[in-house]
């Protein structure tokens, strides 16, 4: 089982809807969590993070943490053409300096 | 706020070449530092951690004699591929993090051509 789970996708919806991107992960123990969009040739560039279960909302973007469950998911509302790109899930785990990456949703948002 | 600053952006050069690649955290202090490798399609791959002025932490795989990493203060640090082979062709992105659980910065990376 890996340690950061996502659908690689593409999910794709039409523009102005809302994209749905999910994460699992395995370290009960894991204390942060992140999410980075990727867009092709560029390196990640951080969206959201998230440490205590419920939702945070920041503009169009809502991350939502469920530890019972041990779920991260975001959600993009209102999605436009440029949000195309791939979303990277990032945990830190208990007693690692490094976050763990999944290996990222592709998104296409359709005009 | 909290930029990374990477550099060169791109490098080509001949097999046997050692290349230097720069990380600069512009407007924090980067307590720990982390070097990722890329291919085409691919997950992003860690390769080390470093703590400012501590040895890197290598991860399984990853040769420290091939790759140097020096931290050698809070706002910089540096990758030095030694003797690189077209096989070490790859995008390399540096992560900065000022301290424990907040997020790690990235900067723009460095797309790395050995002929």
């Known amino acids: 089982q890996k340690e950061v789970e996502q659908n690689s996708g593409p999910l794709s919806v039409p523009e102005g809807a809302i994209a749905s991107l999910n994460c699992t992960y395995s370290?009960?123990?894991?204390?942060?969590f992140f999410w980075y969009r990727q867009y092709s040739g560029k390196s990640p560039e951080l969206i959201m993070f998230?440490?205590?279960?419920g939702d945070k909302e920041d503009g169009r973007f809502t991350a939502q943490l469920n530890k019972a469950s041990q779920y991260v998911s975001l959600l993009i509302r209102d999605s436009q053409p440029s949000d195309s790109a791939t979303y990277l899930c990032?945990?830190?785990?208990?007693?690692?300096?490094?976050?763990?990456f999944g290996s990222g949703t592709r998104l296409q948002v359709q005009p | 706020g909290a930029v990374v600053s990477q550099h060169p952006s791109w490098v080509i050069c001949k097999s046997g070449t050692s290349v230097k690649i720069e990380c600069r955290s512009l407007?924090?202090?980067?307590?720990?530092m982390f070097w990722y490798r890329q291919f085409p399609k691919q997950s992003l791959m860690l390769m080390a951690t470093?703590?400012?002025?501590?040895?890197?932490?290598?991860e399984q795989g990853v040769e420290k004699d091939k790759f140097l990493i020096n931290h050698a203060s809070l706002t910089l640090s540096t990758l030095t591929v030694t003797s690189a082979h077209p096989e070490d062709s790859s995008f390399y992105i540096c992560?900065?993090?000022?301290?424990?659980?907040?997020?790690?910065?990235f900067g723009d990376g460095t797309r790395l051509s050995i002929l």
């Open positions: 998230i440490y205590s279960n």
């Open positions: 407007d924090f202090q980067a307590t720990t």
């Open positions: 470093s703590n400012e002025g501590s040895k890197a932490t290598y």
């Open positions: 990032a945990v830190k785990g208990a007693g690692r300096r490094a976050l763990t």
């Open positions: 992560s900065a993090r000022h301290q424990g659980n907040q997020p790690q910065h």
């Open positions: 370290d009960r123990g894991s204390q942060s």
